[in-house]
């Protein structure tokens, strides 16, 4: 499980999974085995669980089978097997299952599915037309019958022909699926001569798997929108001469460009030119982001106005979009609980079904003399009413959806158990540095004592701390150079060891230094007292800026900075959204001193914080949290935090984008360095819950409704179809909302 053994990941980054195939050409692997070593089939036409259940039935069983993992939204099957089992006898066992399968490599890629789809589509339409013509003659009573029944014998076959192979494979595999209810379904409606009826309930149960499979292919698509953000080609630059490759060629250390309006192929290193990049593919930042040499870039990310030269730094296949890619896809992999329910509940509600019809159809003629043809049609109906497609596919579909729309916002969640526990999360653990702070001190606040501008105090103070690399004078020197001030390297320049330094700027004697060191220079006075006070209640460091006591002349304070490991902008916000979004309690946990960690806390509305915590401290507070709330989420860096996260519910890195480890080790990534995407996730997530729990409910409200219906003979063969039908495209277009933008 991600985020739940920091080691066991981290030995995994070296694994090298068989390849799947690539038919944009990336060099990406779309559907990489969610199973080390395993080699990856496509199967076409697996769009329902029932299929599902055909692969693993068929291949279980296989000598050499380790283990089988099916994916339904990749339609994909990854197979860990021995060195003795080969890939056709892979292949042949899913044909016996009436499933065409090919080996996903790029040597040999799969048909488009849009050719199977199409031979459908017109196997439906012959069908209802058909049909159509069939209940013409009969509403005509036009002679002769042999009509009637041909065009009805048709339109069996028409929409039968993929369907009793299906059901033929799971009778040898002795496994009742959707298709063996149907297939006896129509058999009867035809031996007790209902015809029209038999004919009806073909077209209906094809057109919903027709339109069942397109949904699917919906959802599929959204994956492989994923695939399309990255570019096939790249210019590949050799001297003073270009030429464009396959991404797949080239190499670590190549030098690409990037031409404005284009797409960065790789991952890299800006080594030349400037230019604003819209990275909002990888890490859903709604504006673009200056780059100059020295900034990385992501594949995937729209380049400006500018060319930028870009140093490759990792593989296409080792992309941040590539590994986004390959989590978002085996994602499928990690059941949601409702889906573990749905599955189990579908395993045994099938066949006691099946069993309820056989003893509708013997029970009243054998024990009451009542007449077969009524029982044997009402257990008919029943078996139609069995098919359990509608809850079956409510979920899978929901959690892709929802896990699609997060990746396109720049919220990589490992699955749908995470996008599930997303949505049921009380309360939330987050680290300060680097996740409420920036990690890095910054100058808060200029406060003028005797100096009539900020600017006059920082340029003195960035002249003298130009000399230093302690992490105060670079935060005072980052200050100044931010505001564009002019700096004078300080001369005569002499450090006191923890106190501070002198120097001489524009022919003027100066100081910067802390709070003691302004004592010994007898400068503080009263006023200066109080702002070093007040500063140091926050928490945060104090430097004092003044002219240095020389030839008998009085010091004197010109300005006083408060530097403090700055809160991040939106962190405020961010801890509202959380709150809105219904986390009842958000704890800061930090390494720091109390005092800082409450005033951080206090600064951005945090409920709790607690300070001078160890590892294994965070670690039994994530604890004391889950027995409290029982279902919490720890945020940090993804690395240093890898314990506390692991100890919650779900385990988030922050600032994930073009982090591998971050991206491996946590359940739940942001690729931003902001806080306020979780409050989306967590909306998402309680979003799905809904959909899903509504999904679930009124697929089985419909059930209900039609059996109490079958049972008193109030509903009909293509009713109950028609009933299954309508509740099965419901339940997709319900789930399918979710790959809009998440909202409260």
Excluded at 364 to 381: E, K
Aim: proline share 4%.
């Amino acid at each position: 499980m991600f985020g739940h053994s920091l080691a066991r990941v981290m030995s995994h980054e070296h694994e090298h999974p068989q390849a799947g195939a690539d038919p944009c050409g990336t060099g990406v692997e779309p559907v990489p085995p969610a199973l080390p070593g395993a080699t990856v089939f496509r199967v076409a036409g697996m769009d329902c669980a029932d299929e599902v259940e055909a692969v693993n039935r068929s291949l279980k069983p296989l000598a050499g089978v380790r283990e089988v993992q099916v994916n339904l939204m990749a339609g994909t099957v990854a197979v860990s097997h021995s060195a003795e089992l080969k890939a056709d006898k892979v292949i042949a066992a899913l044909g016996e299952a009436g499933l065409r399968a090919t080996l996903a490599t790029p040597e040999n890629r799969p048909p488009s599915p849009a050719g199977g789809q199409r031979a459908r589509a017109i196997s439906v339409g012959a069908a209802g037309l058909l049909t159509g013509i069939g209940l013409a003659l009969q509403w005509s009573k036009a002679e002769p019958d042999f009509l009637r029944l041909g065009a009805f014998s048709l339109a069996i076959v028409a929409g039968g022909w993929f369907i009793a192979p299906k059901a033929f494979g799971a009778l040898r595999r002795r496994s009742l699926d959707m298709n063996v209810l149907m297939t006896v379904a129509v058999g009867g409606a035809m031996a007790i001569g209902q015809w029209s009826e038999g004919a009806a309930v073909v077209f209906l149960f094809a057109l919903s798997e027709l339109l069942e499979a397109l949904s699917i292919a919906r959802a599929r698509r959204a994956i492989q929108s994923l695939m399309e953000l990255s570019p096939e080609t790249a210019l590949l630059k050799e001297g003073d001469a270009f030429r464009e490759v396959p991404v797949a060629q080239v190499k670590v250390g190549d030098v690409v460009t990037v031409k404005s309006g284009a797409r960065v192929p790789l991952d890299g290193e800006v080594i030349a030119g400037q230019s604003a990049v819209n990275q909002a593919p990888i890490t859903g930042e709604s504006m673009p982001v200056e780059k100059q040499p020295g900034d990385g870039v992501f594949a995937g990310t729209i380049n400006g106005e500018g060319s930028l030269d870009v140093r490759v730094a990792k593989p296409a296949s080792g992309s941040t979009l590539a590994r986004i890619i390959h989590l978002v896809s085996e994602a499928q992999s990690q059941k949601a609980p409702s889906q573990r329910f749905v599955d189990t509940f579908a395993r045994y509600y099938t066949p006691v079904v099946f069993g309820v019809a056989l003893l509708v159809w013997l029970g009243p003629p054998l024990l009451a003399g009542a007449a077969w043809s009524v029982w044997t049609y009402r257990a008919l109906v029943l078996l139609v009413i069995a098919c359990p497609c509608a809850l079956v596919i409510a979920t899978p579909v929901s959690i892709v959806s929802g896990l699609t729309a997060m990746a396109r916002r720049g919220v990589l969640i490992k699955g749908g158990a995470y996008l599930e526990a997303l949505g049921k999360l009380r309360a939330l653990a987050v680290d300060k540095t680097g996740t409420i702070t920036e990690g890095r001190p910054g100058v808060a606040q200029v406060v003028l004592v005797k100096a009539k501008s900020e600017e006059e105090v920082l340029r003195i103070a960035a002249g003298i701390d130009a000399h230093s690399e302690h992490p105060l004078a670079r935060a005072v020197v980052e200050a100044a150079q931010q505001r564009n001030i002019s700096i004078t390297r300080a001369t005569e320049y002499q450090a006191r060891t923890g106190k501070g330094a002198e120097g001489e700027v524009d022919g003027h004697s100066y100081f910067v230094g802390n709070h003691r060191f302004a004592h010994e220079l007898g400068v503080c006075s009263e006023a200066v007292e109080r702002i070093l006070a007040e500063i140091e209640a926050r928490a945060q460091s104090v430097v004092v800026v003044g002219h240095r006591p020389h030839g008998g002349c009085a010091g004197e304070v010109l300005g006083v900075l408060a530097v403090g490991d700055t809160v991040r902008p939106a962190a405020a916000a961010a801890i509202r959204s959380l709150h809105e979004a219904g986390i009842r309690q958000v704890v800061m946990l930090s390494g720091d001193n109390q005092r800082t960690a409450d005033a951080i806390a206090k600064q951005v509305g945090i409920d709790e914080a607690h300070g001078d915590l160890l590892p294994e401290q965070k670690i039994e507070r994530v604890r004391e949290l889950l027995r409290q709330h029982g279902q919490v989420g720890m945020i940090g860096d993804g690395v240093n935090d890898a314990p506390a996260m692991a100890a919650a519910t779900v385990g988030i890195a922050m600032g994930a984008a073009g982090t591998d480890t971050a991206i491996e080790t946590a359940d739940v990534a942001l690729m931003q360095d902001d806080l306020g995407k979780l409050a989306e996730a967590i909306h998402l997530g309680r979003r799905a819950m809904r959909i899903i729990q509504a999904n679930i409910i009124f697929a089985l409200a419909v059930k209900a409704v039609f059996l109490v219906l079958a049972l008193s003979g109030h509903t009909s063969l293509w009713l109950a179809i028609l009933a299954d039908t309508g509740a099965t495209l419901v339940v997709i277009a319900n789930a399918l909302r979710l790959l809009r933008a998440p909202s409260a």
